[in-house]
């Protein structure tokens, strides 16, 4: 009887530690309301959380300025961020998160399109002068970089800057939530918004082995969710299109 239970033990024990330890994940971002927000809630942070499920994996998400986001990331600091236009710096999935339109917000009455900005100054989030701004702006164009989306919409406001450019899925909310704001205002504190580029936006990973096992995992499980249908639903839960597959 001794016998049988300790083979039994030896069994058990044996299964135990055969289980393979859960690979750890660092995600770095900035914030963005409705995607990356600090309480741990988003669009983002919700898609995560189904691809790398635990057991088998552990993720740990810092919060950077998007400049420090993508040092941290060519360094190998972090494993993964997004999401980002296609580039070769990274690797990344195989098919876009998202398609962003790039906007440019004036003030009420004063109209500009991207080929009228001659002696114009413009307004970006910090961190975003190459992957927005430029993006859809001539490199002649002049901007300054702003702490949030709040200060370029107060700058602007104030005639500080003539316009500010941004993708919509931050525009949109961040002028919905001014306009309920200046309901009690007169109306010269609404803007005019004019579509002036867009792009796919894709994740990306950390250009080492490591980077390509998890794009893979990732790849490989965007497209489960997809078959699911629990990805357009994700998608939906959040007013987002998924975009067209290349």
Not at 31 to 37: G, Q, S
Not at 167 to 178: G, N
Request: avoid cysteine; charge should be positive; proline fraction near 4%.
């Amino acid at each position: 009887m001794k016998q049988i239970i300790s083979i039994v033990l030896l069994m058990l024990s044996t299964s135990i530690f055969a289980q393979p330890s859960p690979q750890s994940i660092k995600w770095g971002t900035d914030v963005w309301a409705n995607f990356t927000e600090r309480d741990g809630t988003g669009f983002y942070h919700e898609l995560l959380s189904e691809i790398f499920k635990e057991p088998q994996y552990t993720m740990s998400v810092e919060y950077f300025p998007w400049k420090r986001t993508l040092k941290s990331l060519a360094t190998g600091n972090i494993d993964m961020t997004g999401a980002l236009p296609q580039n070769t710096v990274f690797y990344q999935s195989e098919w876009p998160l998202l398609t962003e339109d790039v906007y440019l917000v004036s003030r009420k009455g004063e109209y500009l399109t991207k080929d009228a900005l001659a002696n114009k100054v413009g307004a970006y989030r910090a961190g975003y002068e190459s992957d927005i701004f430029y993006v859809a702006l001539p490199r002649n164009a002049k901007g300054i970089p702003v702490n949030d989306p709040e200060q370029a919409v107060s700058l602007l406001q104030k005639g500080k800057v003539d316009y500010y450019v941004d993708i919509h899925s931050i525009v949109s909310p961040l002028l919905s939530s001014e306009s309920k704001s200046s309901q009690t205002k007169d109306a010269g504190s609404s803007f005019t918004t004019s579509k002036i580029g867009n792009y796919k936006l894709y994740w990306s990973f950390v250009m080492n082995e490591r980077g390509k096992q998890l794009k893979r995992h990732f790849d490989s499980q965007l497209k489960t969710l997809k078959d699911s249908g629990k990805l357009s639903r994700l998608y939906a839960k959040y007013a987002l299109h998924i975009p067209q597959q290349q």
